[in-house]
């Protein structure tokens, strides 16, 4: 069973970093050889891409509300991918997927800001 | 950046037919196609059918998705109460080099 497991969300202040981390595990999902993503949701809102990553970790995206705050990267060797955020906003407030996007999804981790 | 537009809400039947839309442009949904993906309160979402169409294995056959130009369709035939959720379409966006997801239809079988 293939399974992605995001970790690293919490409760951080405005101004603040946090650097979200997901493993991949389980057979027939070739983590190397897929382009990774992070989704964001809002409590009770809709799905927002946030950043994609290739293959070979040099090429990323970001959506504009990402771009100069949030760097996107993986470690194919533990196949893991990170999401490092800096400058966090009340606005980035949501949980956030570690996903394929036209595959496997995890099961999120909650990034809340707040004073 | 403009996500692909869906309805709200779609109220139907038990045992009937359903069909979500989901329109975006010549960049995402008429370029490569778009994916539907399923949302039950306090899950993830779980992918109901690729770009091309096609389910992954162990999604129902009552779930059919097309094209037709910039709009992508859903169909759930037989209706059953388990199919409440919310439902989300999503296209990779060329011009953004990332994807656009629709604002989600909430599904609800009377």
């Known amino acids: 069973e293939v399974q992605l497991v995001e970790s690293g969300g919490g409760v951080v202040q405005p101004g603040g970093s946090l650097r979200l981390s997901c493993t991949a595990s389980?057979?027939?999902?070739?983590?190397?050889?897929?382009?990774m993503h992070w989704v964001r949701q809002v409590p009770g809102e809709g799905l927002v891409w946030v950043s994609r990553?290739?293959?070979?970790?040099?090429?990323?995206s970001y959506a504009d509300s990402a771009k100069g705050r949030f760097t996107i990267s993986r470690d194919s060797a533990k196949n893991t991918l990170y999401l490092q955020m800096n400058s966090l906003r009340v606005e980035d407030t949501a949980v956030y997927y570690c996903?394929?996007?036209?595959?496997?999804w995890g099961q999120g981790t909650l990034v809340t800001v707040s004073s | 950046q403009a996500g692909l537009t869906q309805p709200p809400s779609v109220s139907k039947g038990l045992r009937q037919t359903a069909t979500l839309t989901c329109t975006g442009n010549?960049?995402?949904?008429?370029?490569?196609?778009a994916v539907w993906l399923q949302q039950n309160q306090g899950h993830p979402p779980k992918l109901l059918s690729y770009?091309?169409?096609k389910r992954p294995s162990g999604i129902s056959e009552r779930f059919s998705a097309s094209r037709s130009g910039n709009t992508a369709s859903l169909t759930i035939s037989g209706l059953q109460p388990e199919d409440e959720a919310d439902y989300y379409c999503?296209?990779?966006?060329?011009?953004?080099?990332?994807?656009?997801f629709g604002g989600g239809t909430k599904l609800t079988v009377l």
């Open positions: 996903t394929a996007v036209d595959g496997y």
């Open positions: 389980g057979s027939g999902f070739k983590f190397s050889e897929t382009w």
């Open positions: 990553i290739d293959k070979a970790g040099s090429g990323t």
């Open positions: 010549s960049n995402n949904v008429g370029n490569e196609g």
């Open positions: 770009r091309n169409n």
């Open positions: 999503s296209a990779w966006d060329s011009s953004l080099s990332g994807w656009v």
